[in-house]
Every structure is written in C-alpha cells, then in structure tokens.
C-alpha cells in the first residue's frame, strides 16, 4: 500500500488498530503499544515500535546484571555450604542453606531470537555497458492503457528504483524487461545480460504442492544442486522445515524461498518487484546490506522508503502512463515530487482564488455608504466594549453573593438590579447581531 495514503487512513481511525507489520516507519506512526511474539513468548510494552526497541534493550541490560549479581550469591552460598558440609557441627546449618538455596527463584534473561539469513549477490560475468534499451514503449490491458511513450537507457552497474502509486506500471514494465508480457515498442537487453527477477506476488510462482526441498532442487543444475540444503540453512530453512509444502509457508518464509531460488541462476542484473514484502526486519537489514554490496545493475520496485534509503542513485517515478527520471535517491525524489506537488497545488489555489476574488475587486462603495459603514463598526465597537463592562459586573455581583449571600442580597432592589443587568446584556447581544449582519452586507 502507498504508506502515506495508509497513514492518513489509520491516523484519522478513532477506534482501536491492531496491526502486524515489518515496516518501521508505519509502526512508530500508528501504534503507541507493542506486542513482540518470539521463541514462543509474548512482550507486552506500552510504546511505540522504535521505543520498544529501545526499552527492551534497556530491559535486557537490567536483566542481565541482576542475573550476574544472583549468580554470584548463589556461589558463595555453595561456598558456604560446602564449608559448613565439611564440619559435622554445621551440618545441619548446611542443610537449611541447600534449601534457601533450592527456592531461589532463578532470574532468566529474555532469549533473543537471533537467527538471520545470510545472502550475497555475485554477478555470474561481466555485461556490456548497455543493459536496456526501450523505445517508445507502451503497454495495455484491453482498453486500459498502463504505459505510453517510455523510452529507456539503462547502463550497467545502475542502481535504480521505480516508485509510484499503486497501479502506475511498475510490476508491468519489470514484467515486460524479463520477457514475461507482450507490449508494444522495442525493449533490448544489451550484451551478455543475464537478469535474475523477484517477482512481486511470489504466492503465484511457488506450487503449493511441492516441498520446499523439491522447489529448489528442480530449480538447480548439476553444479549447485547439491549446495541447495546449505543455500537453504542461510536463508532459515534448517532441519524439517525443508519438508514444509509451499502453501503453509508463512508470508516471510515464501519470500525467503523465493530469494534462495533466485540464487541458483546465474544472474548480473537483478530487477526485484517488492522483495522485502512480508521480511522482518531483521531479513530486511540482510537483504539491503546484500544488495549495496552487489556489485551488478539494481532495478528495484519499492514502496519501502526506508529500505530504499541509501540503496538507489536513480529513480524512475511512474504517474499517469509516464516515466520521469530523477537522478538522486529516494530522498531526493521525494523532495522533487512535493516541490511539484506544491507547485500544481498552488496553479490550482491561484485558479481558485482569482475565480472567488474577482467580484470582491468589482464592488465599489459610495462615499455614503463608506460613512455608514464607520459608523456601524463603530456602534460594534461600542456594544462590545458595553457587554464586556456589563459582564464583568455580573461576575463581581455572583463573586459577592457567593461569599456573603445575606448581606450582597439585602441591597435595596437588589434582585431587581441584578436581573436587569442581565437583561441588557441580552439586548446588546441581540443588538450586535443586527449591527454586525449590517456590515456583512457591505462585502
Ligand atoms: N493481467 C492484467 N490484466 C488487466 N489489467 C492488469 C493486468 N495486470 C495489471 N493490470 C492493471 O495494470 C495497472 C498497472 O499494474 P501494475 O501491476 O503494473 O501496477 P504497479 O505499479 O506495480 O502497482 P503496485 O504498486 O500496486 O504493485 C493496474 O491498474 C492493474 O490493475
Ligand atoms: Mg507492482
């Protein structure tokens, strides 16, 4: 999901939110509670994601050191008993210490789950310079034109990231880069390119069937086949989970087989449709470290800002059919996109403007009715400054009856006075209301 459009919808949601989500930035927008769920435990903290992460720390530091200082009471207690063990007149002394002993309550340090998968991205040999070259591209699906006039060059060692809305072409245009859709126009792979692809719906390329062993196995060749059970142990898959069947793979799980497969190919350009979908974030940091370090060309789908963070020097941002180039990072577009945002946001309010205050210009008063108008503000004035004194005067009365009620009420015409007060304040209030219509009709 577009993140910004996710915010806003989660932001303004007054009830309760549960959400499960890798995404750090989205987390420390929305959710002020975090539940963690590892080894089988549950961690409840009352603070947003990036707090969370960091009490836990501080919580396990804490931990820790009680638990240092417990076991070395528990030394020297065995210390004792064994002393006391040694003379036949304490041992009744050692006993009673085996059994305070035996209550201690042992303090246990939560247990982090450390296992990440390993990945590193080598290029099979070197490509020409040129990886693609497309020229007036365009794609539709039946009436629905998705992409119109793309022209690319794309040069090797690029790192480039395509962004925008969902539905924009992106997972269309890497589609039609691999081959995988016709289009119209001309689309080349330069020489020696060898593209290894991520799609974006992995659910759809795994058979649900077959086991996770059985996928790469028939992925592999003669070479590297017998390396699968390793290459699977780096991305998590150790022991039985090998046998697991595709379809009970969890969401993270089926991106992790999907990256371990993409591996056996050999591959010097990488075009990746949403890797980190469904990735703890843990997997994430693995996978980006990965592909800074890939020493091929990067065409990188991502909603993800923070994982894109430092990753692209060049973004293609997809909007309306079209595909504008900037060269920069993800941070960089992002100010390019909001300056234009800006600027088309400000055409459209000047258009508005211009349309509203145009009658305002043409209006001209008299000199007459510019007297009058003085005039009425002046009575406005007058009003106001009259309630204002009028209600100060309440206030003091209802201050002197609430102190000393017998004597403030046993004023001559007391009540009388009082209501009075309070019904002229309800005259000027009305008289107001007229006076300021009046000047309104002015406008
Ligand atoms: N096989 C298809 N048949 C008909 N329409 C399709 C087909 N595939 C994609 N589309 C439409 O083409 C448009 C572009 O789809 P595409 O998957 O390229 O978007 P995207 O930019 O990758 O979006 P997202 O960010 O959601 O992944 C969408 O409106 C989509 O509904
Ligand atoms: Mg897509």
Redesign the pocket.
């Known amino acids: 999901m577009?993140l910004l459009y996710g915010l806003r919808i989660f932001k303004n949601y007054s009830g309760a939110i549960v959400l499960v989500s890798h995404d750090k930035m989205f987390l420390d927008n929305v959710t002020n509670r975090t539940i963690e769920i590892s080894l089988g435990q549950i961690y409840d903290y009352k603070k947003p994601y990036s707090q969370f992460l960091e009490l836990r720390a501080d919580i396990k530091e804490k931990q820790l050191q009680a638990q240092k200082n417990q076991e070395k009471e528990i030394e020297q207690t065995q210390k004792l008993i064994e002393k006391f063990r040694a003379k036949a007149s304490k041992a009744s002394m050692a006993q009673s210490l085996i059994k305070k002993l035996d209550k201690v309550e042992r303090i246990a340090v939560d247990q982090d789950d450390n296992a990440v998968m390993n990945v590193r991205f080598e290029i099979s040999k070197e490509p020409g310079k040129i990886i693609v070259e497309a020229e007036d591209l365009a794609k539709s699906?039946?009436d629905?034109q998705?992409l119109q006039n793309v022209d690319l060059l794309i040069e090797r060692n690029s790192k480039i990231a395509?962004v925008?809305?969902?539905?924009?072409?992106?997972?269309?245009?890497?589609?039609m880069m691999v081959g995988e859709?016709p289009y119209e126009g001309s689309l080349k792979l330069g020489h020696n390119v060898e593209v290894g692809y991520f799609a974006?719906n992995q659910s759809e390329y795994l058979p649900p069937e077959k086991t996770v062993l059985e996928i790469m196995e028939e992925a592999a060749n003669e070479t590297n086949r017998v390396k699968v059970r390793d290459m699977l142990g780096a991305f998590l898959f150790g022991g039985e989970a090998v046998d697991k069947k595709a379809k009970v793979l969890s969401g993270g799980e089926r991106n992790r087989l999907a990256l371990c497969k993409l591996l056996l190919s050999p591959f010097n350009v990488l075009i990746m449709?949403?890797p980190t979908n469904h990735l703890d974030i843990a997997s994430k940091n693995v996978l980006k470290k990965a592909l800074q370090n890939f020493n091929g060309t990067l065409i990188l789908?991502s909603?993800d800002r923070e994982f894109l963070q430092g990753l692209t020097s060049t973004v293609y941002g997809?909007k309306d059919r079209e595909i504008k180039e900037y060269l920069g990072d993800i941070d960089y577009f992002l100010e390019q996109h909001q300056l234009e945002n800006l600027r088309e946001a400000e055409k459209r309010t000047v258009v508005k403007a211009g349309k509203k205050e145009a009658p305002k210009d043409v209006v001209k008063l008299t000199r007459e009715q510019e007297k009058k108008l003085k005039k009425l503000k002046n009575k406005l004035g007058k009003i106001e400054s009259q309630i204002a004194a009028l209600e100060e005067e309440i206030e003091q009365i209802d201050i002197a009856l609430a102190e000393n009620y017998e004597v403030t009420s046993s004023e001559v015409d007391f009540f009388k006075n009082y209501k009075a007060k309070k019904a002229k304040v309800d005259t000027l209030m009305e008289e107001w209301e007229v006076t300021e219509e009046q000047i309104s009709s002015f406008n």
């Open positions: 577009n699906y039946g629905k998705v395509f925008g809305q969902n539905g924009q072409g992106k997972s269309t245009l890497a589609k859709i974006q449709d949403e789908v909603h997809f």
